[in-house]
């Protein structure tokens, strides 16, 4: 049984909605908004919504507004630009978790933690985030030439220390909880795939998302520490710019 004890979802919301801590800026990194950012942004949204092979560098020079030029004065092909949409989106998962990994704290509370301002990547930063699957569904299914695939599996090895911070803290949280796991691997999976399933079925129904994002990862990260056989402790989400 759950050593730990769950607080409402309306309280634990209100206790959110009411942190400063809580605003997008404590889990999302903040825009940049070099010449190089812009284009990363742009073609983010052009590999999202229309895939990486139908992605011309004339769409994402339309989108942009600017000419092919801009593009190639910073990346040589649409290849190198895939691959930085990719590395920038992996940058946002770690820059989001970084400032909740603190080891000072319980195991349970930093899963919560960090699983929360995952969770709110996925739907915040949706386009990059969707890029990322593209590159890893192209890895699996080896449909790359040699030098993509070198490229790519150097990113899936970013990708892996990625979830390689989840796996400690699951690891942890289980001996400190006394929790019983067969099999660290798969719940590490099973744990990360509950949270990232908003990266296809999201869609933001306001002009201000940031509440409705919390509230869904509020709900997300509830449900995956009960695949873990834990409950989301009342105390898991106060006060997180602490650990800024």
Known sequence: MPKSTAASHDQMYGVMADSQALSAAAVIVNRETDPRSCILNAAAHCFTNQGFAATSIDDVAHKLNATKGMIYHHFRSKNDLFFAVYRRGMEINFEAIKPFQSKKLPALIRLARIGYAHAVTMMAEQDFQRTVSQGVAM??????????????????????????????????????????IDDLSISVKCFLAALNGTVFWYSPRHKNPQPEQHKIALNLITYALRGLGTELPAEALENLGEDE
Not at 141 to 167: C, H, K, M, P, W
């Open 139 to 180: 890895h699996q299914t080896g449909s790359t030439t040699a030098a993509q695939r070198e490229t790519l599996d150097e990113l899936i090895e970013v990708r892996d220390r990625y979830e390689a911070v989840f796996r400690e803290a699951i690891r942890d949280m289980a001996r400190e909880e006394k929790l019983e």
